[in-house]
């Protein structure tokens, strides 16, 4: 919507500056909306955090995940901590799987 000239104000009646009013005001916080969209969708692409940090290996990682939160060990293997505990102990007697 262009902005109106000094002189056509003067003709508008009251209701016509209002509805003009919203309109600008409506399409200024769709403006602001969607450059804010584009500002979080650039952060999360430009500024990635590391999201695997662990440093340990093996048994002292499996050791830390299930110390850990258990929404990270649900992450990494699609299980809660419960049902890998019991997961394991299915497999040890059902196998002949051995602790190593």
Same mark, same amino acid.
């Given at each position: 919507?262009?902005?109106? /000239?000094?002189?056509?104000?003067?003709? *508008?009646?009251?209701?016509?500056?209002?509805?003009? /009013?919203?309109?600008?005001?409506? =399409?200024?916080?769709?403006?602001?909306?969607?450059?804010?969209?584009?500002?979080?969708?650039?952060?999360?692409?430009?500024?990635?955090?590391?999201?695997?940090?662990?440093? *340990?290996?093996?048994?002292?990682? *499996?050791?830390?995940?299930?110390?850990?939160?258990?929404?990270?060990?649900?992450?990494?293997?699609?299980?809660?901590?419960?049902? =890998?505990?019991?997961?394991?102990?299915?497999?040890?007697?059902?196998? /002949?799987?051995?602790? /190593?």
């Amino acid at each position: 919507m262009a902005p109106l /000239s000094p002189s056509k104000k003067k003709w *508008l009646t009251h209701e016509q500056k209002l509805k003009y /009013s919203r309109t600008l005001a409506f =399409f200024l916080c769709g403006l602001v909306a969607a450059a804010a969209a584009g500002i979080y969708a650039a952060e999360r692409i430009y500024n990635k955090k590391r999201y695997h940090t662990s440093h *340990l290996t093996g048994r002292k990682w *499996l050791d830390e995940l299930l110390a850990g939160n258990d929404n990270r060990i649900k992450d990494q293997f699609g299980m809660s901590k419960h049902v =890998f505990r019991k997961l394991v102990k299915e497999l040890f007697k059902k196998t /002949s799987l051995t602790d /190593s």
